[in-house]
Structures are given as C-alpha cells and as structure tokens.
Nanobody, 115 residues
Framework: QVQLVESGGGLVQPGGSLRLSCTAS??????MGWYRQVPEKERELVAG???????NYADSVKGRFTISRDNAKDTVYLQMNSLKPEDTAVYYC???????????WGKGTLVTVSS
C-alpha cells in the first residue's frame, strides 16, 4: 500500500501562485500526477509526469501549471501560476507503483482561488 501525502493548498487571489507537493511512502516507478475535482463533477486529470520526466497537461492549465518530479525523494510538485477562480477544486495526488500498475490516491488538498 502506497501512502501519498499532499501539501501546499490554500486560499489565493486570482492571478496568484501556489505550489503543491506530494510525497510517496515508497519508491514510485510509474507515473505520478495531479487530478482535481469540484462538487458534482468527475475528477479530471490536471497533469502527469513519468519517471523519465515526460509530461502531459490538461488544455485548461497549459502554460500556467508546471509539473515536476524528484525521483530521489519520490515527490511530485505542481507549480500553479496565473490562477483563476475556475481552478478552485480539491487537488489529488496520484501515483502508480509501476507503469500500468494499480493507482494510489492522496487524500486531497483544497485550492481556493478567490478575491
């Protein structure tokens, strides 16, 4: 069982920045990523990164969010810039122990973008 611990959420004004972090309890060899969810909507992929640092992003965050990863620390980061009110959501960390393996989830961290 992989434990994922997220941090970095909070309240920020529109146009501001936040950095989310997620550390795994053991070595992760698969993809790590961030999803987000708002009430009454499905959880959606925000960004993902492979162990080889290949990334993918949702169209809605391209150019504003940057995902990165420290394999030595089994930690994934999400730098969020130019935040908009529609970015408000609970952000969940996700990781696969090995490529194509079962996915594990963090408990989520709330990001609120509001003036």
């Amino acid at each position: 069982q992989v434990q994922l611990v997220e941090s970095g959420g909070g309240l920020v004004q529109p146009g501001g920045s936040l950095r989310l972090s997620c550390t795994a309890s053991q070595n992760i060899f698969g993809t790590m990523g961030w999803y987000r969810q708002v009430p009454e909507k499905e959880r959606e992929l925000v960004a993902g990164i492979t162990r080889g640092y290949r990334t993918n992003y949702a169209d809605s965050v391209k150019g504003r969010f940057t995902i990165s990863r420290d394999n030595a620390k089994d930690t994934v980061y999400l730098q969020m810039n130019s935040l908009k009110p529609e970015d408000t959501a609970v952000y969940y960390c996700n990781a696969a122990l090995y490529p194509g393996d079962i996915n594990f989830w963090g408990k989520g961290t709330l990001v609120t973008v509001s003036s």
